[in-house]
């Protein structure tokens, strides 16, 4: 017995995939709690009950204000999170660095049928 | 697929997406499959480079000396008598004591109160302290 997941032709079961990337070198919106800092990315109409959001992979920097920048590692690393705020809208998010975060990171919405 | 370049208030690129179907916004624009404008300013029908502003880093105590010791050009009596001149007393005592050793920062007053202290005991000119803060040691550089 093991692990239920996807059948075996799972591709047919997918209705569309998108894709892209973020490279924000500074002006990440500001906001509170998850959307500390955010970027709106704006996709084509999908069915948010059927698609699924997430980060594939990501680099980012914190400035110290004074000019100065930081590729972070494990223990302060800004982690970007995926979601969709509504059927057109990605919301790229982080909600845990300080100072002012640059951001890179690639996307993919998967919708299934 | 449709790939968009997606641009900020200020019309740069800071997005590239790869979309199922069209999408009509004035902040998205479309692109050529191979095309990666990130970073660029769509301006009247085309991406422009954008020039990066210069930032400069923070340096320690010791790059800081060097860099005025190289601008000045000073000898080592020169560099001597730079650090016993009476004069500068308390400006090196406040350097000693106030300043970290790894944080000299360019714009800080500290910066320009020590650059002022060395012009005004004439161990550099103003033309000189100029050319040190063009110098200054930048981000990537």
């Not at chain 1, 920048?69 to 909600?95: D, K, Q």
Request: net charge negative.
């Amino acid at each position: 017995m093991g692990i239920s997941t996807f059948p075996a032709d799972s591709s047919s079961q997918i209705a569309s995939i998108q894709e892209g990337y973020v490279g924000i070198a500074s002006g990440l919106s500001s906001g509170s709690g998850q959307d500390k800092f955010y970027y709106d990315v704006t996709i084509s109409a999908v069915d948010t009950t059927k698609a699924v959001a997430t980060v594939v992979g990501s680099f980012s920097f914190t400035a110290n204000g004074e000019g100065t920048y930081y590729a972070n590692y494990a223990s302060s690393a800004i982690v970007p999170y995926a979601r969709l705020t509504s059927s057109t809208n990605l919301r790229i998010h982080t909600g845990n660095p300080n100072g002012s975060p640059r951001l890179m990171c690639s996307w993919k919405v998967v919708e299934y049928a | 697929m449709m790939r968009y370049a997606q641009i900020n208030t200020n019309s740069i690129c800071i997005a590239v997406s790869n979309l199922k179907g069209e999408v009509t916004a004035a902040h998205m624009i479309p692109i050529a499959d191979d095309a990666n404008p990130i970073g660029k300013k769509w301006e009247n029908g085309t991406w422009n480079d954008v020039a990066t502003p210069i930032t400069y880093r923070t340096i320690n105590k010791m790059e800081a000396i060097k860099l005025v010791i190289t601008h000045a050009g000073m000898d080592a009596a020169a560099e001597e008598a730079m650090y016993d001149d009476p004069n500068l007393s308390l400006l090196w005592k406040r350097w000693n004591n106030w300043v970290p050793y790894d944080d000299i920062n360019r714009d800080k007053p500290d910066v320009a109160e020590f650059l002022g202290g060395l012009i005004a005991a004439g161990h550099m000119t103003q033309a000189q302290v100029d050319a040190l803060m063009a110098d200054w040691p930048k981000v990537g550089g």
